[in-house]
């Protein structure tokens, strides 16, 4: 049974940094892309940032970019979000997604996703 299960979430003054991590298991990690998303209630779920199986492609949401770094550990099964220069517009639910495509970006295409951490950044 695949699980997927982030943490790292909480409550950051505007400015501070928060990482998240998200551990994979139930699956052979490095043959998934994974990626994350947020999604504020009432709005769309939406794109942060993804990464393929090997780490070399990444991409990032244009709100995010030069703030946000995605990196993976396929040893311990992680994917981590790291974010520096947090705003209150940041402040959303963050979902961890896996696919076994090598590599991808929509959301359509995540077939395996986790609870969600919530991040809250205070002005």
Not at 55 to 84: C, E, P, W
Request: proline share 2%; charged share 15%.
């Amino acid at each position: 049974q695949v699980q997927v299960v982030e943490s790292g979430g909480g409550l950051v003054q505007a400015g501070g940094s928060l990482r998240l991590t998200c551990t994979a298991s139930g699956l052979t990690f490095v043959d998934y892309a994974t990626a994350w998303f947020r999604q504020v209630p009432g709005k769309e779920r939406e794109g942060v940032s993804c990464i393929n199986w090997s780490g070399s492609l990444t991409h990032y949401a244009d709100s995010v970019k030069g703030r946000f770094t995605i990196s993976r550990d396929n040893a311990k099964n992680k994917v981590y979000l790291q974010m520096n220069s947090l705003k209150p517009e940041d402040t959303a639910m963050y979902y961890c997604a896996a696919t076994i495509n090598p590599y991808g970006c929509g959301l359509a295409e995540y077939k395996y996703w986790g609870q969600g951490t919530k991040v809250t950044v205070s002005s």
